[in-house]
């Protein structure tokens, strides 16, 4: 829509802020590493119940399109498995995983499963399809559905939780908000200069300015062979592939 509006004559200056760190032209936006707090936290939280009751535990993290949330969070709170709607999972890799654990001894499992995360059979149906699916489930959610999928296979107590809009809200953590501020300096500075059309990004620790040509209509998605993904499987996390 900025796009739309400098097109038509207006002048703008964006700057990159969602939770979900979706935007193109950006290493990361602002509102991202304070959503990871705390979903991180629920994560951290889930632990100590998940150990002691040995239970499979699922923790549904926002990212509807993209993973990086559930991503970052999953690692850092220590998740088993991270299920993401860039890579389809295996219902039957999700339950070897929780046997293999089972047997080394782990009772529990933490599994975070983000909002928009897919099966390998319902990413083969067409968009109409998989609406229509969907408008059918008898699931609130995707997580509900993996829960109960494992409790079939498994005969193991599965419980589901959804910190949902927390993740949006409360106070931003210390690296938001110097973040923030750098980049909304550099967008009043370009303001005072007369330099429009552009969103303020960050790339390789540096602040820039991105055509917003650039930017618009594309969505920075995780790429299932990123490194980040690797390093992941390397600490023996499971993507249900």
């Not at 529990?108 to 995360?117: L, R, S």
């Not at 993740?167 to 007369?194: N, T, W």
Request: proline fraction near 4%.
């Amino acid at each position: 829509s900025s796009k739309l509006l400098h097109d038509a004559g207006m002048n703008m200056i964006t700057l990159p802020k969602t939770i979900d760190n979706d935007i193109f032209g950006t290493d990361t936006t602002f509102g991202f590493q304070s959503a990871i707090d705390i979903a991180t936290n629920v994560i951290d939280c889930i632990h100590t119940t998940a150990a002691s009751h040995g239970r499979v535990f699922i923790v549904e993290v926002m990212g509807h399109k993209v993973g990086w949330l559930t991503l970052n969070a999953g690692m850092a709170g220590g998740a088993d498995i991270i299920l993401l709607p860039e890579i389809p999972y295996d219902i039957q890799k999700i339950v070897d995983k929780i046997e293999e654990r089972d047997k080394n001894g782990s009772r529990f499992t933490i599994i975070a499963v983000a909002e928009g995360a897919i099966s390998k059979q319902d990413a083969k149906l067409s968009k109409k399809e998989y609406k229509k699916k969907k408008e059918e489930s008898l699931y609130p959610s995707v997580s509900y559905e993996v829960a109960a999928e494992i409790q079939k296979l498994t005969g193991r107590e599965v419980r589901v939780t959804v910190p949902g809009h927390m993740q949006r809200g409360g106070s931003p953590c210390p690296y938001d908000r110097v973040f923030a501020s750098r980049l909304g300096s550099e967008a009043g500075k370009m303001i005072l200069d007369g330099k429009y059309g552009f969103m303020v990004g960050y790339k390789n620790r540096e602040i820039v300015r991105v055509p917003l040509e650039d930017v618009a209509g594309k969505l920075k998605t995780v790429d299932p062979d990123a490194s980040i993904v690797k390093e992941a499987k390397l600490l023996g996390i499971c993507f249900g592939d």
